[in-house]
C-alpha cells in the first residue's frame, strides 16, 4: 500500500476500495453513462470519507486526495467538481473522467491547492493528452499545478512520484 512509502507518523491514512477492485467497468474516457453508477459510487465514497473528517475536525485544507489510475481518475475528477483549499490532490497514472470534456463544467477556485498529476508518456490505459487536459482544468480553477510525464514508464508508479507525495505530504503537514 502506498502508506508504507511514506516516512511520517502523524498522519492519518484512509484508502477506499471498490467491491470487486475496479471501481467502474469501462475506460475513464467512454461516456459516463457507461460507466454508472460506478463513477457515482467512487465519487460518493470520496465525499463520504470527506465529510467524515470534516465532522472529527480535520479541515480540507489538511485532508489529500490520491489515488493511482480508477483512483486517480476519480480523485481528479472529485476535486475538479469540488474546487476548495485541499492540503493536495495526487493523481497518478490518470486524468478527468468522460468521453468529452467541457471546461465550462469546472467552475470555482482550488485557492493554489497542490495538485501533482504523473503519467507514462506510454501509458496503455492513460492518454497523455488526458493528463495535459487536465493539467488545463486545475490551472483554470486556481490550482497549483505540477505535472511530470516520464518516458517509456508505462502504467505503473516510480520512485520520483513517491517522492513528490512525500514532498507534499510534509508541505502540507508544516502549513499552519
Known amino acids: ?42 465519487l460518493q465514497a470520496i465525499h463520504n470519507q470527506i465529510s467524515e473528517l470534516n465532522e472529527a475536525g480535520i479541515p480540507t485544507k489538511k485532508i489529500m ?24 490532490i495526487i493523481g497518478l497514472s490518470g486524468g478527468l473522467i468522460g468521453d468529452k470534456i467541457d471546461p465550462q463544467n469546472y467552475k470555482g477556485s ?3 491547492t497542490p495538485v501533482f498529476l504523473g503519467c507514462s508518456d506510454r501509458d496503455p490505459h492513460i492518454p497523455q493528452e488526458r493528463v495535459d487536459l487536465t493539467e488545463e482544468i486545475f490551472q483554470q480553477i486556481g490550482a497549483n499545478v505540477t505535472k511530470k510525464i516520464y518516458v517509456g514508464m508505462g ?18 503537514i508544516n502549513e499552519e
Open 65 to 88: 486526495l490520491l489515488g493511482f489510475s480508477q483512483g486517480a481518475c476519480l480523485t481528479t475528477e472529485f476535486a475538479a467538481r469540488h474546487p476548495q483549499r485541499y492540503g493536495g
Open 155 to 172: 502504467h505503473t508508479v516510480n520512485q520520483n512520484e513517491i517522492q513528490h507525495v512525500q514532498d507534499l505530504i510534509k508541505q502540507t
Open 1 to 42: 500500500m502506498f502508506a508504507d512509502e511514506f516516512d511520517t507518523n502523524n498522519i492519518h491514512y484512509r484508502a477506499i476500495q471498490a467491491k470487486g477492485h475496479t471501481w467502474y467497468p469501462r475506460s475513464f474516457m467512454a461516456p459516463k453513462k457507461m460507466n454508472q453508477p460506478g463513477i457515482k459510487s467512487g
Open 110 to 112: 482550488m485557492e493554489q
